[in-house]
């Protein structure tokens, strides 16, 4: 991956402010697939995340802790494109 096609993450700060919604939702391409849509604050979708590998990656210690552990993984690992939406 040279760097011109690698992934840059908005700051956490930035990401709090545009983010309005995580969804978790059927992929339309993949039945029985799962993906979290994010949503600004005008209902616009600015991308998504495979739900399987977020949940990995986030490694919440138990259920109870998995929805924070998904919002913050998400929310530092939020494209810097998606301010351009």
Known sequence: MSQEDEIRFLPYEEAVKIVAAIQEEEDVRRPDHRI????????????????????????????SEEKDAVSNYILRHLPDWAMDI
């Open 36 to 63: 979290l849509t994010v949503y600004n604050h005008d209902d616009q979708e600015i991308c998504w995340f495979d739900f399987d590998e977020v949940i990995k990656a986030a490694a919440a210690k138990d259920k």
